[in-house]
């Protein structure tokens, strides 16, 4: 299988050298708006004839059974442009807007036969696995609520900063609900060594993804782990230049549902510097649309992977997965 | 005047007021009981 990578930032380097580690990839080209950086990334992996850098041109992908979008472009048009060439599609979007309109390429992908995989990430991204891997345990789910902390590369983090002050979007009785965001604080508790942070309502589309996958569900929600500077200064242009990468990242998934005639509570965590997850997310998940195991159609990966084998190769290459094991909100 | 004055204090007063809110939040998660264990082995098959 051949693999393109758009981007060779913090996530899209990481995938590549994922892509560079799984032995079925027989090509993967990296190009970046920067051709140093995409360059570097080759030199780092140092396998010349297999891992090879391009300049972003309209044939970036060209050659490709998978194209994985890293970088900051506009994701919709891009994979219209893949779609059309014949490539399937793994992006990584964490925006509202890019993610909801790569969805909306449902019947395009469909009908063309070719999968386009949206928000391959951290969150969205691992946090659909996770949601899909607790939903497997239920008869029903009722409700999904996700936290996330941390972020991963300068886009990254505009995405976050943008985020809470747009509108949150939330699934609740059947019905999308628009919140403020920045509002609805709640103590999340993301795995050790993370522990407790303050999460407040953001727009990010990881109730647009879950609801989809989830029809039965009455309660979709996401929340992002913010400071009070954060939050104060939501509204204003980012005051300096984003960090390049944050350190250790986290997520939390709580699934509710029924279980024969009782109601239960699932949650799901995991902790990992954000990049780093979010490429091996999308290198798997390119993998596995090169393999044929996604069907076709535009969705995100709760409704595109099989948890259990996802789960359980992410483990292997270090990214890791945990349970809370106790009373999940007290009493 | 006066009336213009009370204005400016009352606006003054509610931006104070909806700025601590805003920082401060409300509501949030009673304690939890418990712990984070691994995925693996039998989690993952």
Redesign the interface.
Known sequence: MRIAVLGAGAVGARAVRQLASSPEVAAVTVADADPKRAASTCDSIDEPGRVTSRPVTPAWAEGADVAVLAAPVDHRAEAERLLEAGIAVVSGADGLDDVRGLVALDAEAAERGLAVVVGAGFCPGLSDVLAAHAAATFDRVDEIHVSRRGTGGPACARQHHRALAGEALEWRDGAWVRRRAGSGRELAWFPDPVGAADCYRAAVPDALLLTAAFPSATRVSARVAATRRDRLTAHLPMLRPPHRETGLGALRVEVRGRRGAGRDVVVLGAIDRPAVAAGAVAALAAVAVARGEVAAGARGLAGSVEPVPFLAELARRGIKAAAFVGSATGG | MRFLRRALVALGLASLIAGVL??R????????????????GP???
């Open positions: 805003r920082l939040g409300s509501g949030g998660t009673p304690p939890q009981g418990g712990g984070w264990r691994e995925l693996q989690d993952l098959r």
